[in-house]
């Protein structure tokens, strides 16, 4: 699975804002901002963050299942990534999809900060 979502940290003033289909957001200093990417954990696979930028905190994350799941087991979803912008600047977030007990596939999703 691959998605690209750009993430830009301007000099202040700036405003949050998520386009539609997450390709970019940006944060103002000191605010959270969030995105969501598909997942089926139930599978094992997860997103895993391989690189963080400096400019950015994870402050949580969530698994929010396919509201059409009904109490089925194995359905997909969503995990939900909530960060806070804590510097001015760019970098480049790296996240990876896979099993956590399985070698990191070659594949990355890119955020650009």
């Known amino acids: 699975m691959k998605k690209f979502i750009s993430l830009i940290a301007i000099i202040f003033p700036c405003y949050a804002f998520a386009a539609s289909n997450n390709d970019t957001i940006t944060s103002k200093l000191n ?26 905190v994870l402050v949580g994350m969530e698994y929010i299942q396919s509201k059409n799941c009904g109490n089925n087991l194995g359905c997909d979803g969503v995990e939900k990534f909530f960060f806070k912008a804590i510097t001015l600047g760019t970098g480049t977030l ?3 999809y896979g099993q956590p007990f399985e070698d990191l596939p070659t594949k990355s999703t890119y955020k650009y900060i």
């Open 31 to 56: 605010d959270t901002f969030s995105f969501e990417l598909e997942s089926n954990p139930t599978t094992g696979f997860g997103w895993m963050i391989k690189n963080l930028p400096k400019n950015v």
């Open 94 to 96: 790296e996240l990876k």
